[in-house]
């Protein structure tokens, strides 16, 4: 299997440099395209690994589902679908413009901006500060890595640039849809989006996705089967930004992505699997990851369709 | 298990008011909100049924998923790439704004109105009427049932009043994305939302594409299952219109609803199920076919996700 | 004055070039773009001109103005304000997406090519060649010049041709908003925007505008005042398309364009005012005619603000 | 002519109580819906006045003219049009959603709450204490009042409440179209809306307008006649929200409103009007204010058009 992987980066090898790192922060413009690493965990708890798997980068969009399912986990499914729609939206990530009528719950999706900072208001906590400790805890829990931190470098960057997530969160206040300090809830969301993961990170929470809320190996059941499936379902209609169509047709699994350049994607009942490559393609999707995650599908019949 | 369908029938029974039959056209406005019909064949082939799963119906935007197929199996899937995007467009069915730009063959989806009706230039044939009676071979074929048959009722109806689809084919003919005549392709939707349909040949034809390609008992391959994952990725995220993404989360399976109150539900390499009940919810889909469905997935642990 | 009008078409000489006829029909691709005339009415009978005023050309959407004074002669102005809103779309004069929501009659502006459909069915007429007739009469009487007719040519390409225009009337059908036979309306409108007219002409009919419904010379009263009130205000909200606002701003007088080159601008109570250079800008106004009419209300001081 | 007046204001008593005085801050709500007033100022320099024109009001989107006409003075036409754009959006006053693509500054218009605040970058100041007071003593100075002061309850409700002006000014700044600290930009507007003035204070206001730059009585001259064209013409077509063509056609003047219940309105050449009532119709501009100003443009033929 690994052999299949090794092959796997070297047919994806050209595409690495037609994709572009994110430039919005100077710390995702460092980004080095010519970096593909994977890593996958089957159910049976065997592990493959390729190319650059170890390197790390920042989780960015990849822990909106981890948002979504600590919102599930501390509010329960009723609760959360009164917060937020699932429909898609036929619009980019960063939409502001959702909708030309007055914005209601029902319009904002949490897999993209408005909707994850909605999430973050229903995280469980005294403060942000504790809000967010308890998503990166939850973030190393799936992940089965304590070392997990924030990137300081990026979160500062992402909070001094961060004007349009600004406007996003004042529009949500606005019509009443967050009611705490609006600084307080995007700094938790910076936060987030600053988590420092790696492809085996990713792999392993993805894993635990798959697994319907089992750790690998001691099949300890850390949340019920039926968040899993909602959040699947979510990533495949929404995961992979206004690509998530064609993301359906050509891999066929739930999978979720960030600018930072990974790749989370889920094989139900079968396995996890982490990707990274900082060349994003033009919806803002890691390229050459993409493409590696449509060979593996084919190679392996990933399709869940 | 007929057991099991019955008591979903009965449990689903106080929905059926709660929907309303489609009323643009005399022949569907008729439509009795007392039926509920169901019909499931497993890839065993098995077969169970219960309610009104005899009743016929006009199949209306059900048969987008068999004009794809058909479309798929004439010219193959980079050609109808070419032709159709496969993106969520965030809008109703028959939306006609779907952008703000000129129009280009990525915006339109084949699950709402205006790709549908580019499908249908894509069906080979002399003339329209060759190409409709291929679309209908087809169906036939695939619910093994070569008793189905046009409604001219329904067809006539229709034709007569489908001046909204009339302006979605003649916006495609002025951007160039069709090029025959426009009532001769508008004829060809026309029918092929007119072909009258009982539970059994929706369970049919979604045994089919649940089979990825292969007919029950006899396995005859009658399509490339690359095909299947195709058409079952696209219904997953835009089959049921904008209410796609709560069926996802609710259900989590392939399926395609028609304002006849037809539903086809594809369970990947599982089952296949037609559900028939005549009540519509505000977004299009039968209202008690659409609680039958999610509690059968409940019950049956179909949830792809 | 006659100086001042050949000083001013000297000046403009180098923007004409600027400019790209329209080029969907083959009749308006042949426009030479070195043309460029103006002829003016004073209020005291006083006419001047300069360059290729003698140069007929088809009036396109200069008649738009035209169908709306037909129809409030027709029906007075609480019956068409019943039928057509007058609000800015902020959209190309071809828009389709009007609005996200059901279309109702306050989104369908008559400078708009959706409204002046509408306004066709407001002429009145045993059938649509009848209306058409006497849409025609009407420019002729406005001009003063019997002369005026069809250009065939033009009328069977904009028919053939015309799909986006057949989009828009299928949607006014599809929501109730026109109730006649779609290529009866269409063809009156094609009609209407293939009459052939001058310079001369369209400063006769700007006249009559700019005097608040008298003829010159005569001050024979054909229409109340408060017509060209009406007519005039929706002039300079809308007649420029979607470079009203600069219009306003640069100009300052009511006035519409049409595709085939020509403007007409009213000045109430002093001029009226026709020009014609076929170069258009990428709004769809004569590049070279508007540069004339900034310069001669800078110099005549113009300006109604 | 004040006889005219109480005639007037009589006739459009039963209009007051339809409207609804703006409830988004307490100080708005406590708008009295009995209140009406007018005044005006004729070129000669006569006055006259009616109602309850002595009430004092907050200006509201009123202060947008004065705004643009001070940006325009610190900087001249060109850079202020580089700035912002002119063109109706068809859109609320607070829409967020102006367009799908990249925000630019053509896509912002003075006269929506956007382009306003985008204009209190272009005043020249120190600071934005400065730059507000800057406005303020041109507000004074346009109405002959240095009496007029700044509402601090309505300012400090503004400024709490704003959060749609705060996801509007963070877009405008997400985009580069701002760049300086977005809640010091917000400071002066919010101050700015929050003006207090009278009827007659908007009726000099408007004078000056009408006059092209020149003061009552002494004629002196306090800006260019063409900034006068440019912000008059801004006003015809968006100075009454998406109800500015309505506006055209039934009242035909130049005119701009606030939510305060205000309504400044120039007639060029001839007068200034100040109206005050603050119930408002579904638009946001007062309701018997502008049936006012209907009536008073039929009886003293007003329209520009």
């Known amino acids: 299997m690994e052999v299949l992987l090794e092959e796997i980066i070297e047919q994806c090898a050209p595409y690495k440099a037609l994709g572009k790192p994110a430039s919005y922060i100077p710390e995702l413009a460092k980004g080095d395209v010519n970096d593909l690493g994977m890593y996958i965990i089957l159910s049976n708890g065997q592990t493959f690994k390729a190319g650059d798997y170890k390197k790390p980068f920042s989780i960015q969009s990849v822990v909106k589902p981890i948002l979504l399912l600590l919102a599930l986990m501390d509010h329960g499914m009723e609760e959360v679908r009164k917060k937020i729609g699932v429909e898609a939206t036929g619009k980019p990530f960063d939409a502001i413009n959702v909708t030309d009528q007055s914005l209601q719950n029902l319009h904002i999706n949490p897999m993209v901006n408005m ?17 967010f400790q308890r998503l990166l805890d939850l973030t190393r829990h799936l992940a089965g890595n304590p070392a997990i931190e924030l990137d300081e470098a990026v979160y500062l960057s992402e909070k001094r640039t961060g004007n349009k997530n600004r406007a996003l969160a004042y529009l949500l206040k606005s019509y009443g849809l967050i009611e705490d300090d609006v600084e307080d809830v995007l700094n938790c969301y910076f936060k987030a989006c600053s988590i420092k993961v790696t492809c085996k990170d990713l792999a392993r929470i993805a894993y635990v996705f798959a697994s319907h809320g089992k750790m690998p190996i001691t099949e300890a059941r850390i949340f019920p089967a039926e968040y899993a499936h909602f959040v699947n ?12 169509g064609d993301f359906a047709v050509r891999v066929g699994v739930p999978a979720k992505s960030g600018v930072g350049g990974g790749i989370m994607a889920v094989v139900p009942t079968r396995m996890g699997i982490g990707i990274f490559s900082p060349g994003l393609d033009e919806k803002g999707n890691s390229l050459a990851g993409t493409k590696a995650l449509e060979a593996l599908s084919k190679r392996m019949y990933l399709s869940i369709f």
């Open 115 to 131: 909707g994850a900072i909605a999430m973050c208001t229903m995280i469980k906590g005294e403060n942000y500060d504790e809000r």
């Open 233 to 244: 379902a979510v990533l495949v209609t929404c995961g992979m930004y206004d690509g998530s």
